[in-house]
């Protein structure tokens, strides 16, 4: 059975820093990374990391969000820096196996204050 678990969202103050964590397990997952959404808005993109180290932005986050994994520990990780208030929103972990299936964490809130 795949479980997605995240942890380290919280409350920041804008130009703050804060780093997420994502561990998956029961499965063997090609793509990691993460998602957010915020309120009124669909789910958007925010990074992802294939198993290979190959990464991809949203160009909101680029410069700023730096996506990391561990492959021995099926662990990703996302730091971001120099947080905005546009940047608040639910981070949602994605795994996705080898055949194309997403996998979901329960989400973690993030909230950048002015």
């Known amino acids: 059975q795949v479980q997605v678990v995240e942890s380290g969202g919280g409350l920041v103050q804008a130009g703050g820093s804060l780093r997420l964590s994502c561990a998956a397990s029961?499965?063997?997952?090609?793509?990691m990374g993460w998602y957010r959404q915020a309120p009124g808005k669909q789910r958007e993109l925010v990074a992802t990391v294939t198993d290979i180290g190959i990464t991809r932005y949203a160009d909101s986050v680029k410069g700023r969000f730096a996506v990391s994994r561990d492959n021995a520990k099926n662990t990703v990780y996302l730091q971001m820096n120099s947080l905005k208030p546009e940047d608040t929103a639910v981070y949602y972990c994605n795994a996705r196996t080898d055949w194309g299936r997403d996998n979901w964490g329960q989400g973690t809130l993030v909230t950048v204050s002015s």
């Open positions: 029961g499965s063997i997952f090609s793509i």
